[in-house]
């Protein structure tokens, strides 16, 4: 195959990745005006639905024209050789290549955090202002972009150099080291993640003592699960947003709940989310997600290391001398077919596992304030009721709301604490 080929085989994922996203993000704007599904009639009253259609269609049209000039300007970089004028530019200062590889990325990640911070300060400070969402100020919205810059370059460049260092002393099978690499710090951030990411962008502290946290301690106990660590995070720091999570496990297993959504709900709403949390250890959710990243992740290791040595990858890029991390950048463009039918298979997946944590929670607490829950965040969140269903399929990590309302009906009545 000649390099001319392969790049045009390039442009092509690209602009068809594009195209596929925009004519769903068409199809799901569409069904904006569909009827409402009767499970779901109490949600909005006459103002909310007017206020959640107007936020629909300003953030539809926001999200044209920054998808539009996202994929021109990613044409134009590989149209205009700009990876190849990167990497020479960067092999001035070393011809280390852990070096060249930490500097070429680091450029590639300052030109996007370049062209992508004016659309995500747009967003937030006029869409989601307007609407009510934002309460993040300058000054933090800029430290958290510094922040997370800062521990990508540290983690994500540490990984990046000792991965390059593994490749460079095992050749071809360098796969093999990297995924016990990859392996090993992926359960450890997912044992540590609430103690030692979370703290750089968040506040936490114990759930006082009250009658909240005694009803969760309460069905905690009911259902056999031990639980000392209760959190809340200050999430009314940024948005209004409401959001609880399961994070950890053994010791540093704990549930974290937003401020925000201890001031939006109910405490029996609350306590039927967190079961909704819990069903999802309880079913192993956590475990199996994990396994299938692991295996997913050696899946992509080896792929890339039958690869990694072709000349191709990096001729394909207009780049003279080939390398690790110019191999990456094609191979990544290369795999996004593969990495798009994983994704829908990992969507259908997770959507399965909502119901099992919806099932969970009906039947051992109560699929009422359940329902009255999500529907209130919902309406908090100026949420979509009416998804195309190709949409769901393609971006949907949770099913609809009104299908999950079917799916927990058949259960509540079982429910022990109802």
Known sequence: MEPTTLFGIIITILIANFLIDAILDYLNAKRYNAPIPSLLSD?????????????????????????????????????????AFADQWVRQFSDNDIIVALLFFGVIMLISSVLSTPFSYYSTFVIEEQFGFNKTTKVTFFLDKLKGALLTAVVGGGLLALIIFIYQKTGDNFWWYAWIVVTLFTVFTNFFYARLIVPIFNKQTPLQDG??????????????????????????????????????????KRITLYDTLINDL??????????HEVGHYKRNHVIINLFIGVFLTGFTLWLFSLFVNNQLLSEALNVSTPSFHIGLIT???LYT????????????????????????????????????????????NLSNLTPHPAYVVAHYSHPPLFKRFENILKHSDTAPFK
Request: zero cysteines; hydrophobic letters at 45%.
């Open 43 to 83: 949600v909005y009253d006459h103002e909310a639905y007017q206020k959640s259609q107007l936020y629909k269609a300003k953030t539809y049209r926001f999200s044209v024209i920054s998808q539009a000039v996202s994929i021109i300007a990613v044409l134009l970089f590989f149209l205009f050789d700009g990876f």
């Open 211 to 252: 009658s909240l946290r005694d009803k969760i301690s309460e069905y905690a106990t009911s259902v056999g699960f031990t639980l000392s660590k209760i959190f809340v995070i200050n999430g009314s720091k940024r948005s209004t947003r409401a959001n609880a999570y399961f994070s950890g496990f053994g010791r540093e």
């Open 266 to 275: 109910s405490e029996e709403e609350i306590v039927a989310v967190l079961a």
């Open 331 to 333: 191979f990544g463009i």
């Open 337 to 380: 077919p593969i990495s798009e039918v994983t994704g829908l298979i990992m969507n259908y997946l997770s959507r399965k596992f909502e119901f099992q944590a919806d099932d969970y929670a009906a039947t051992t607490y109560n699929g009422a304030p359940l329902i009255s829950g999500l529907k209130a965040l919902a309406k908090n």
